[in-house]
């Protein structure tokens, strides 16, 4: 079997260390080495650190000046001495297998294999936070976001430009090559330019679907979104038009799975309602106009509306409700619609089914829209 080695940087976080650590202990392959890395925490945290009977051994180290995540890692990347390296951040609940499906996986594939990460869900909704990422025309999206964990669209391990950094697994030849993360990217996007880099060097990066992580999101510590304008600037700065756009084939992929479900979607007079708010909505628009030539497309985008859910009755006009036109409603995120019973109930007694399709490649038909 590999050496495996284990990073795990830390800032402060010590109300969910004790619930990351035994899930690690439990995840943790044979004999494997854990680095953990205290980015000059306030917290006692390297006190924190439990036994983990299943390691060869447990590094700690500390940086006296918070330098954050991308430097924390590094620090552990330079003293790894594993075959396969590990980096995790600590706002996860490792499922058992989750890190040995990781080896596998690596030690199962061909030499070309770069960057492999987990499916990330939700640990609140059990729903998927993430099987990877896509670029937009200046977004990076989690695609298939908020689908069950068993969707169809979620259940294989997919080859992806960039994967989503909460867990992120390579061979130490791999990591050679790629070298350290870019610390001027400090808390953010560091895994990206990481993922990207590999695929410059011709390796391939994979979510691998057997690895289940329960990512709280956003909680790996308090200067989580330090420097977070500064280093998004240098990122696009550094990777602006090097990248694939790619959302438009997670949407494609999602209407191809609706209209399979639900055949008679493919040929429906819809009518697309858009309500989308962000750039990518061209993307989208364009991939449905390619599937219902002539649909008759109606704006309501509201660009200062920041509601994390839209209430149809509300922002539509009343008398749409009755229109014999089947619609297609356009969103960013097909949660947005959750809260929204009362108004298809009533579009159900003038059409059967309708569909909702969002910026992050999900086609949902209105009647599979979970209410909250």
């Known amino acids: 079997m590999p050496r495996v080695s284990v990073i795990v940087p830390v800032f402060n976080s010590l109300a969910h ?26 917290d006692p945290v390297l006190e924190a650190v439990p036994e983990l009977p299943r390691a060869r051994n447990v590094v700690r180290l500390r940086n006296e000046t918070n330098l ?3 430097a924390a890692t590094n620090r552990g990347f330079a003293v790894a001495t594993g075959d396969i390296v590990i980096q995790l951040n600590v706002d996860v609940v490792l499922d058992r297998d989750s890190l040995s499906a990781m080896v596998e996986f690596i030690k199962n594939r061909r030499n ?8 990330l869900v939700y640990p609140t909704s059990g729903l ?21 964990q068993d969707h169809p669209l979620c259940r294989p391990t997919r080859e992806l430009q960039i994967v989503a950094g909460a867990t992120a697994a390579m061979t130490a030849r791999v990591l050679e090559s790629l070298g350290p993360l870019d610390e001027d990217l400090y808390n953010h996007n560091p895994d990206i330019d990481h993922c990207l880099r590999a695929a410059g060097l011709g390796f391939r990066n994979f979510m691998c679907a057997r690895s289940i992580v329960y990512h709280w ?8 979104y330090a420097r977070v ?12 038009g090097r990248y694939r756009v790619d959302l438009g084939d997670f949407v494609d992929e999602g209407l191809d799975h609706a209209i399979a479900a639900y055949p008679p979607f ?70 947005e619609l959750s809260e929204n019973a009362m108004w298809f109930e009533r579009r159900r007694r003038v059409v059967k089914e309708e569909l909702v399709v969002d910026l992050a490649g999900s086609a949902v038909a209105t009647s599979e829209l979970r209410p909250t």
Not at 217 to 224: A, E, F, I, K, Y
Not at 229 to 240: D, I, L, P
Not at 324 to 335: I, S, T
């Open 17 to 42: 260390l004790g619930t990351f650590f035994e899930s690690l202990a439990a995840a943790l392959p044979a004999e494997s080495e854990v680095v953990v890395v205290d980015d000059a925490s306030t």
């Open 68 to 70: 954050g995540i991308a």
């Open 112 to 119: 070309d294999v770069g960057i492999v990460g987990s499916k």
């Open 128 to 148: 998927t936070q993430s099987v990877g990422m896509a670029f937009g025309l200046y977004s990076k999206r989690h695609v298939f976001r908020h689908l069950p």
């Open 217 to 224: 999101r956003n909680l790996s510590g308090t200067v989580r």
């Open 229 to 240: 304008q500064t280093a998004e600037a240098a990122f696009w700065s550094k990777w602006g």
């Open 266 to 335: 493919e040929t429906m007079p819809f009518t697309v309602l858009d309500l989308s708010r962000a750039a990518d909505q061209a993307i989208a628009l364009e991939r449905i106009a390619v599937r219902w030539p002539g649909a008759e497309v109606r704006h309501f985008r509201q660009m200062h509306n920041s509601m994390s859910r839209l209430w149809l009755p509300l922002l539509l006009p009343h008398w749409l409700v009755n229109d014999p036109a089947p619609f297609l409603y356009l969103v960013d995120d097909h949660e």
